[in-house]
């Protein structure tokens, strides 16, 4: 059974940076695609960024050039380091396994004021 703990988020400014992290356990992580998901309040939720097994990366257009998704394979950990922040990149942030249809975190809030 995969779980997946996400931490970092928090309240920032507009042009800070945040770093996100998530955590899993019971899994093959290294073989594993992993995703970043956010949900702003009354909108679809949304890709952000995945990074697959061999360390290529995806990003949405709106996190090109400010959002880095990386892995840390020793440690079972993706991240997702968030510069140059906007308030409309208020969201819950899910790290997913496996893709969309695999398994979620609980989510960790982001909110950036203006």
């Known amino acids: 059974q995969v779980r997946l703990v996400e931490s970092g988020g928090g309240l920032v400014q507009a042009g800070g940076s945040l770093r996100l992290s998530c955590v899993a356990s019971?899994?093959?992580?290294?073989?594993?695609?992993m995703g970043w998901y956010r949900q702003a309040p009354g909108k679809q939720r949304e890709l952000v960024a995945r990074?697959?097994?061999?360390?290529?990366?995806m990003y949405a257009d709106s996190a090109k050039g400010r959002f880095t998704i990386s892995r840390d394979n020793a440690k079972n950990t993706v991240y997702l380091q968030m510069d140059s922040l906007k308030p409309e990149d208020t969201a819950v942030y899910y790290c997913?396994?496996?893709?969309?249809?695999?398994?979620w975190g609980q989510g960790t809030q982001v909110t950036v004021s203006s």
């Open positions: 997913t396994h496996g893709g969309p249809g695999g398994v």
């Open positions: 990074i697959i097994s061999g360390g290529n990366t």
């Open positions: 019971g899994s093959s992580f290294s073989l594993s695609a």
